[in-house]
């Protein structure tokens, strides 16, 4: 397993680009929405999602919510325990919903971001990042069963067993994602790829210098962004909160005009 610092020494001689082509977007989102945030709801927080921790100073007031409290030191304001089905807090109270590597772990995202859409107040943000399915290396993942998710994030992130959760993808595409947020009443305000398969490869030096060229090859290809393990988004709260049923019943007259061959 390599250390931090041999990761970061391999990025800067093979791919020097890798961190800002993995968190540009979302330093820029954070530079447009923090100023002028209050509350920021860090949904699935664990113990606080790892990169917001260079915002802190920017944040007044962080807090997560998790279905399981915090097992190490923290830098939250204040924690929930909940789910994300139902967010204990009153409607419009955030102006920021972060939810980072969690979503796919949700069996209904779409109860997830009428949650969201809810205590989110009029043009809050939601800022997700979650897996692509399009990516070889994610459906090597979805292909996997649990246990081999815990044996390796145990491996190789140090994660304890209790904080690897069990995985579903239920809308881990780009139309797909973005299909479910609509339905919720969101705008789209960023909707991108970027690709880290390196960091699924940090267990040999050799596989991890291959991941890199991999990663930065993909963006140089015409259909390499197909190909990209992660999606990230940034969503705008614009229609009223909508019904479970309303959400669902629109994504069936979608797939039912799809298959009758309308345009969408």
């Not at 398969?197 to 267990?203: D, E, I, R, V």
């Given at each position: 397993m390599l250390d931090y610092s041999s990761q970061q020494r391999l990025k800067e001689r093979s791919y020097p680009q890798a961190r800002a082509d993995a968190f540009g977007a979302l330093w820029q989102a954070l530079d447009r929405h923090l100023p002028p945030c209050t509350l920021l709801l860090d949904a699935g927080c664990g113990c606080g999602t790892w990169v917001l921790e260079r915002h802190r100073s920017r944040i007044p007031q962080w807090v997560g919510l998790d279905v399981a409290p915090p097992t190490r030191p923290h830098l939250l304001d204040d924690f929930l325990l909940g789910n994300l089905a139902h967010v204990p807090l009153e409607d419009g109270s955030c102006d920021?919903?972060?939810c980072w590597d969690v979503?796919?772990?949700v069996p209904q995202p779409a109860a997830a971001f009428v949650e969201f859409h809810r205590v989110l107040r009029d043009e809050g943000v939601l800022i997700v990042k979650t897996p692509c399915l399009t990516s070889p290396?994610?459906?090597v993942s979805r292909l996997s069963p649990t246990f081999v998710h815990r044996g390796w994030k145990a491996r190789l992130l140090h994660y304890e067993e209790n904080e690897v959760f069990p995985t579903f993808y239920r809308c881990n595409t780009v139309a797909g994602l973005h299909r479910q947020l609509a339905a919720a009443?969101?705008?789209r305000e960023v909707l991108t790829r970027f690709d880290d398969?390196?960091?699924?490869?940090?267990?040999s030096r050799r596989a991890y210098i291959l991941g890199l060229y991999y990663s930065r090859a993909l963006k140089m290809l015409p259909w390499g962004q197909h190909l990209m393990a992660q999606i990230f988004a940034v969503y705008r709260k614009t229609a009223p909160t909508p019904t479970?049923?309303?959400i669902e019943e629109g994504m069936s007259s979608i797939k039912g005009s799809r298959k009758r061959g309308q345009p969408q």
């Open positions: 920021i919903v972060f979503i796919e772990h290396v994610m459906l009443g969101f705008r398969s390196y960091n699924y490869l940090a267990f479970i049923a309303g």
